[in-house]
């Protein structure tokens, strides 16, 4: 994945998707897979206590804004991240402020949009008004929502209104649809969220 000069990029990665990425615990969606857990607080704490530190230690100047992307359960993630975070207060801003959020800008690359209580919880985030996200992208494959599987087939629909959602309150938000099923052109479907994230 390239970036332009002027954005530095940190890949993180993560084991056990289904517990790390999952905000809430809920039942598997497939035969042979694990349900899943409620561990992506405890991602999102360690980003924001350990990696982003570590990582902005190494600039010379605090970044203009901070994204986060993820691909599948990573993009569910990055969604909830990005509605989840009333900010967290900076050094020396008063409290009577906003506190900036953690991340400005996320990208859901075909992401997890058929989670249980998703749409939900989106809805309850945007209508409390603490959400400090400015932009947000979000992506399917054209073939994703062909599928029996019951839960899985709503995963386009769910995106088109996720998108609508966010637009609405007033997120510069997008929704592609790219060619294909959910393994198809992974590094091509996060160039073209990092490209539309970063202009």
Not at 68 to 82: Q, R
Not at 101 to 119: D, E, N
Not at 130 to 157: C, F, K, W
Not at 163 to 188: M, P, W
């Amino acid at each position: 994945v390239q970036v332009p000069e002027g954005v530095s990029l940190v890949n993180v990665g993560v084991d056990l998707w289904e517990k790390n990425f999952s905000p809430w615990c809920a039942p598997r969606v497939f035969a042979k897979g694990p349900n899943f857990g409620d561990g992506a607080q405890k991602t999102l704490d360690t980003l924001i206590n350990q990696v982003i530190p570590w990582t902005e230690s190494e600039l010379t100047e605090p970044p203009a804004y901070r994204v986060l992307v993820g691909y599948s359960l990573a993009g569910l993630f990055s969604l909830w991240v990005g509605v989840t975070q009333a900010g967290v207060s900076q050094p020396g801003v008063s409290h009577v402020d906003a506190p900036t959020p953690t991340f400005q800008r996320i990208g859901a690359v075909s992401g997890s949009f058929w989670f249980p209580g998703l749409l939900d919880y989106v809805d309850q985030q945007l209508s409390g008004g603490v959400v400090g996200l400015t932009h947000a992208y979000l992506s399917l494959g054209d073939r994703e929502a062909r599928t029996p599987n019951p839960q899985i087939m709503h995963v386009r629909e769910n995106a088109e209104l996720l998108a609508s959602k966010l637009q609405n309150a007033g997120i510069i938000s997008t929704f592609e649809l790219n060619r294909g099923n959910h393994f198809q052109n992974v590094e091509g479907r996060m160039q073209k969220a990092l490209d539309w994230l970063v202009k």
